[in-house]
């Protein structure tokens, strides 16, 4: 048996408004959906069956920032892969308890601006974010396009480390 392809002939007004698309199975329940998060994100998320989200992907309509975030079962993101409003990107990995590692660009502060240094590299952040345990990468001058590396460590006793400047 063979089918021909069939043609359908487009309507005028082809448009179709909601706040929120959900796939839903043959019970009701919701496994996904497409729409407006708590966060002001537009996402397409994945549930698990706890209705715990495990996989989304989305849009920060604040600063445009996009996002792919996976989670574990109780919903922590133990993987991120983020475009920074700044033009940079990152890829965030930790476990249950918080952020372990980032790779990726990572801002001078929560404002980053135009004139703001570049900051690509390995970076071990401390719980909460504020600063990290150990960073290495590159650096680079946005007015003068001037490049440098740079290498840091927290010692245990709380004091930042870094490797005095040579002389070349």
Partial sequence: MQFA?????AARENVVRAT????VDSAGT??????MDNSDRVVLTFLDKEATPRLELGVFLENGSQVLRFADQHGWPFMTISGLPSG???????????????LGHHPPN????????????LFFPRAGGA?????????????????G???????????????APQKR
């Fill in 88 to 102: 940079g990107s990152a890829l965030t990995m930790g476990d249950s308890k918080r952020s372990r590692l980032v």
């Fill in 30 to 35: 919701v496994k996904a959906f497409w729409g």
């Fill in 110 to 121: 929560d404002a980053p601006s135009p004139a703001d240094d570049d900051y690509w590299g």
């Fill in 20 to 23: 929120r698309f959900e796939l």
């Fill in 131 to 147: 600063s990290s345990w150990a960073s290495f990468g590159i650096s680079a001058k946005r007015k003068t396009e001037q490049f």
């Fill in 149 to 163: 590396a740079f290498l840091s460590l927290v010692q245990p006793n709380g004091e930042m480390w870094e490797p």
């Fill in 5 to 9: 392809p069939r043609q359908v002939e």
